[in-house]
């Protein structure tokens, strides 16, 4: 398949490609992951050093992971520079490739990215690794992040626009089991309810918008091109374009028992732009029984306080009532970023 043709199906609107359906596999084929494992015998550079000193093989890095690779705890991290290489040169492409004219607005970086995961991840048949995070962890990130730049002598720009990325609401668009109409319209309340808070807290920022229609691979370049914050929640397709995210930007990963635990070495060696946070979740198989509008009261009230999984009621643990002058997000096991909204 051509580059551009994969990147940037021929259609106007942007449809999905058939090679962009399956997101996982497309990276696999079609960034530059394969060359590094053109065979048994070739080695590879490695930032952490499983074999005490001896060089690694390509296989090494299946033998750590026996599971899901995006799950797992140590393989993927072996390629982890190369990875971010790669996506940040995909997210160079399609800045090139998709120019402005006169009539297409072309690629336009967001500010502020939120990677926001619905679907699967509002039904009780997955695990209890996955869920909703309150409203507020993304206000709170958003103005950390501003205050990181403010530390770094930074001038801060404007926040002008933020993007959620987040899976269609279209039936013909999304996977097998997330086409239920309750999934769908559960899946829309929710990401247009935190469009409507964040406009409530940020009144003027001139855009704040969804983007569910784009392909895949134009999401991780969305995620890796934030001006300012880029944000990661409770899923694994986000992780790999924030690790890519490029400083004085920061990228802030959720960590989760199952949430790509490899990338924690590398968000460690790299404190200048990544960071990981921990907040309360709320469970899937909660959200698959609560109706729209327990959700986004849940939503709107829980503060992200802790590290919990809420799976059973009471479902608000702490909330803006008792809120004290001193509540912070947790980030990389620490107390970091005022929370306010």
């Known amino acids: 398949v051509d580059t551009k043709e ?6 106007h609107n942007r449809k999905l490609h058939p090679e962009l359906k399956k997101p996982q596999e497309s990276v696999l084929k ?11 015998t070739s080695t590879l550079p490695r930032p952490v050093d499983p074999y005490g000193g001896q060089e690694w093989l390509p296989h090494h890095v299946c033998h750590h992971c026996p599971g899901a ?46 990677h926001l995961r619905l679907g699967d991840a509002l039904k009780g048949h997955h695990d209890e690794h996955i869920g909703l995070l309150p409203h507020r ?13 403010k530390k770094q002598n930074v001038t801060t720009p404007m926040i002008r626009s933020i993007g959620i990325v987040t899976q269609s609401f279209d039936k013909a668009n999304v996977r097998a089991f997330d086409r239920s109409d309750e999934t769908l319209h559960k899946s829309k309340a929710v990401a247009d309810d935190l469009v409507a808070f964040l406009q409530e807290v940020f009144p003027h920022v001139p855009t704040i918008q969804i983007h569910n229609e784009e392909p895949p691979l134009l999401s991780f370049a969305r995620l890796t091109t934030a001006r300012i914050a880029s944000i990661c929640g409770a899923s694994t397709f986000c992780t790999l374009p924030v690790l890519a995210t490029l400083g004085p930007a920061r990228g802030y990963l959720f960590r989760g028992e199952k949430h ?9 060696q790299h404190p200048e732009r990544l960071e990981s946070f921990k907040v309360p979740r709320l469970a899937n198989h909660v959200i698959d029984k609560l109706t729209v509008e327990d959700i986004l009261h849940w939503l709107r009230n829980q503060l992200p306080i802790g590290e919990e999984i809420i799976d059973k009621a009471p479902i608000i643990r702490n909330s803006p009532s008792v809120k004290r002058e001193d509540e912070k997000i947790i980030v990389d096991g620490g107390l970091s970023g005022s929370i306010r909204g």
């Not at 994969?6 to 259609?11: D, G, R, Y």
């Not at 960034?31 to 053109?38: G, N, P, V």
């Not at 962890?137 to 730049?149: C, D």
Request: include cysteine; charge should be negative.
């Open 137 to 149: 962890t993304y206000t709170g990130l958003i103005q950390k992040a501003i205050g990181e730049m």
């Open 260 to 268: 790509s635990p490899w990338a924690v070495h590398t968000i460690l």
């Open 30 to 40: 079609h960034l530059s992951l394969l060359h590094q494992f053109q065979g048994e």
């Open 69 to 114: 690779a995006w799950a797992c705890h140590l393989g993927l991290n072996l390629v982890a520079d190369q990875i971010i290489q790669d996506m940040r040169q995909l997210a160079a492409s399609v800045v090139q490739t998709m120019q402005p004219t006169d009539d297409d607005a072309g690629f336009q970086p967001d500010d502020i990215v939120i």
């Open 6 to 11: 994969m990147l940037f199906p021929p259609s």
